[in-house]
């Protein structure tokens, strides 16, 4: 028998905001280098590069600049996307006419997840600025865009409602709700698929395919959302640290310019980093989401 809607959303919330935490944790470092990487392209040869000279430019605690925004972006992302994923798969249950109980489709899964990223949207732009600007502030002090670094979230919060006010906030929220809507509907749909075909090939339902097979569908839906939008990701962080020194162009603008001045290229700086880091954060991610949601009488394997 499913649960009440409202402790079915209460279940949602919770296991997104853990999945989220363990999202982070599992991921940080290879974040960091990320940003760094899309925000200053021509100051890193490649993620090794990028790794080492943030190693011996400000040490271990390099790699995990901006990780309490990053928590606070994951934890308050993926609690609104899974609650309202779980929310837009009830809509379009009724939208074509099944039973609030009924088993989805992979690609409806897959569009209740692309929905979902709207709401979640709302959420994860104020926080992942203060995240960006905060793992690329070195690199904007050394090379002279500003004269002094802001070291912590409460400086770099105070900064942005003293020169831009709340709406400051939501500098790059275009551009994460066009990242988001194709990109989740891919790393749903990818994960789904992957999950019924390891079901398929054991014989057993989704919720029964085990610890490994549940994170490596994670870990290739993570792998599928980055690779189709990733450019967008770039000229996301692009805009959302670059506006640290004034008024930032928008998305289209900002993406000719790196394409013209840059080249297409280094709209994928970054990209190695990020798959990498994929496979275990969202590995971690799906796993914590769907231990909650599982039935008593069928525990999950290894």
């Not at 014989?203 to 029964?208: A, I, N, P």
């Not at 994670?218 to 690779?227: K, P, Q, R, Y």
């Amino acid at each position: 028998m499913a649960p009440h809607p409202a402790v079915q959303a209460v279940i949602d919330l919770s296991a997104g905001a853990i999945g989220g935490a363990a999202c982070v944790f599992a991921g940080q470092p290879l974040d960091t280098a990320k940003v760094k990487m899309q925000t200053f392209p021509r100051m890193y040869r490649g993620f090794i590069h990028c790794l080492t000279c943030t190693y011996q430019q400000v040490g271990l605690r390099g790699f995990y600049q901006g990780t309490t925004p990053a928590l606070m972006a994951n934890i308050a992302e993926n609690s609104v996307l899974f609650m309202s994923y779980g929310f837009c798969q009830q809509v379009i249950r009724f939208t074509a006419g099944l039973h609030k109980d009924s088993v989805l489709s992979d690609v409806q899964r897959a569009c209740a997840g692309s929905v979902a990223s709207i709401f979640s949207s709302m959420v994860l732009c104020p926080t992942e600025l203060v995240k960006c600007r905060l793992q690329a502030m070195f690199e904007m002090e050394a090379s002279g865009k500003i004269a002094k670094s802001q070291n912590s979230v409460w400086s770099v919060v105070k900064f942005i409602i003293r020169n831009d006010g709340l709406p400051g906030f939501f500098q790059g929220l275009t551009t994460t709700i066009a990242r988001e809507v194709p990109g989740y509907f891919c790393f749903f749909g990818a994960y789904e698929l992957c999950r019924s075909m390891f079901a398929d090939y054991m014989r057993c339902s989704k919720d029964d395919i085990g610890v490994a097979a549940t994170m490596f569908s994670g870990g290739l839906g993570g792998a599928c959302l980055w690779t189709v939008v990733y450019p967008m990701d770039c000229v996301k962080s692009r805009i959302q640290v670059m506006s640290l020194t004034g008024k930032q162009a928008g998305f289209f603008k900002t993406f000719m310019a790196i394409a013209r001045a840059e080249g297409v290229r280094t709209l994928y700086s970054g990209l190695t980093p990020t798959l990498v880091r994929s496979f275990p954060a969202n590995g971690a991610l799906f796993l914590a989401y769907e231990v909650p949601h599982r039935q008593p009488k069928s525990p999950l394997i290894i």
